[in-house]
Each structure stands twice: as C-alpha cells, then as structure tokens.
C-alpha cells in the first residue's frame, strides 16, 4: 500500500536558522498537503499542493512539490519560536479520498 | 464557534471497560473522519463518511465501532477497552470538492486506559 515517509524525524535549530523537512511518497500522488502541530494540539492545515513541481510561499515557508509528484519539501527561513511544533506532509493517490499521512518532522527551535 | 469539537477531552477508564467519544462539526461539510494517535506521533486514519456512509475503514478491530447519525456528527464506540488504546483520537472533517478536500481537526480526545 501507499506509504508516505519524512526527514528529519526530529530538528532542533537555533533562532534565526533556516528548516527543511522532505517528505517521499512510495506512490506517484495527486496532490499533497501540509500540517502543523502544536505541543499538545491538533493538526492545522498550512497548505495543498496539486501541479507538477509547484511552489508556494506562505511568508517564511516555501512548499514545494516534485516534478514526479512523489516527494515534497517544507522550507522555514529563519526560524521563530512561534513555528516549534509537529509538521505532517498526508499524500492522496486519488484527489483527496484518503490522504495517508507522514510520521511528521519534530521541530524545536532555540531563543 | 468551534468547528469541529470533540466530547470528551480526556477519558480515563479501566482496561475491559465500554465508551464513547462524540464528535461535531458545524462548518456544513460532507465528510468526516477518525484519526488515532500514538504516543510516537503517528497519525493513522481509522474511519471516513461521506454523506452518513462509511468509506475508509482501515484495519481497526472491530471494538470500535462509528456511527453517523447524520452528516454533522460522527461518534466512536470502544468496546472492551484495551491498554493499546490508550491514544489521543481526533475528529476531522472537509468537504469533498476535487482538490479542496482540506481536513479540518477537532481539538482531539485524550484516552488512557489504565
């Protein structure tokens, strides 16, 4: 069955520092998304990716999705306090039907 | 208004033991989900409706056990609670549009079963 895999499992950066977390699909996917997971919180969607090697940009983060469509990367440039937390990429074979979620990449950033 | 609310926010019962956690979203969508997750994070999908009817039933014993009165609510039902269990459960929901199918989280329900 599909599995969606991420790197790092944990983080620790240093204020200001920048983050990437990959995130691999063992199957060609439709779109992907990303989530956020606050310290005893639950899951906030960030965004959805669904072309081809699209970026986005939300502010400090940059989504980008591959050009196969089977891995995707979340990049912070210079790390907050505020963005300590669980990020999850979930991956869909079928536009949305059933997003299989990655392990996640634990965040904790330094003052 | 919260979108999705879960009752209750944490149950702690004895192993064996029978419960329910109740779900609510008020945001008109039409499917709704369950989510388990363990202690290391992993956050797998045990159930999804779509308009009241069952559509993702992932390998979950059959002591859980959802029911769907209707398109805004979405219960579980544990029977015979086990230590395994212990867990937090979420409740999501989202609208089932090509590509919108953004999932919205309750703020999940914290179990442990002693």
């Known amino acids: 069955g599909q599995q969606v895999m991420q790197i790092p499992q944990y983080q620790h950066v240093q204020e200001g520092e920048d983050f990437t977390t990959y995130c691999n699909s063992s199957?060609?996917?439709?779109?992907i998304q990303w989530y956020k997971q606050r310290p005893g919180g639950h899951p906030v969607f960030l965004i959805q990716?669904?072309?081809?090697?699209e970026v986005k940009k939300q502010k400090r983060l940059t989504f980008q999705f591959g050009e196969a469509k089977k891995n995707s990367s979340l990049h912070i440039t210079a790390t907050q306090t505020t963005d300590v937390g669980t990020y999850f990429c979930a991956g869909s074979e079928n536009y949305g039907q059933n997003f299989v979620f990655g392990p996640g990449t634990r965040l904790s950033v330094l003052p | 208004d919260t979108a999705v609310s879960q009752t209750p926010k944490y149950l702690v019962t004895q192993m064996g033991n029978d419960k329910s956690i109740k779900c609510e979203q008020n945001l008109g969508h039409d499917t709704m989900y369950w989510y388990k997750q363990d202690s290391k994070k992993f956050l797998k999908i045990m159930f999804s409706?779509?308009?009241?009817?069952?559509?993702i039933n992932e390998t979950v014993p059959n002591r859980f056990s959802p029911k769907s009165p209707d398109k805004a609510h979405l219960n579980l039902h544990i029977n015979s609670l086990e230590l395994g269990d212990s867990a937090v459960y979420f409740c999501a929901s989202s609208q089932s549009d090509l590509y919108q199918e953004t999932q919205y989280f309750g703020p999940g329900t914290r179990l442990l079963v002693l």
């Open positions: 409706y779509n308009n009241k009817e069952l559509i």
């Open positions: 199957t060609t996917l439709s779109n």
């Open positions: 990716l669904v072309k081809s090697g």
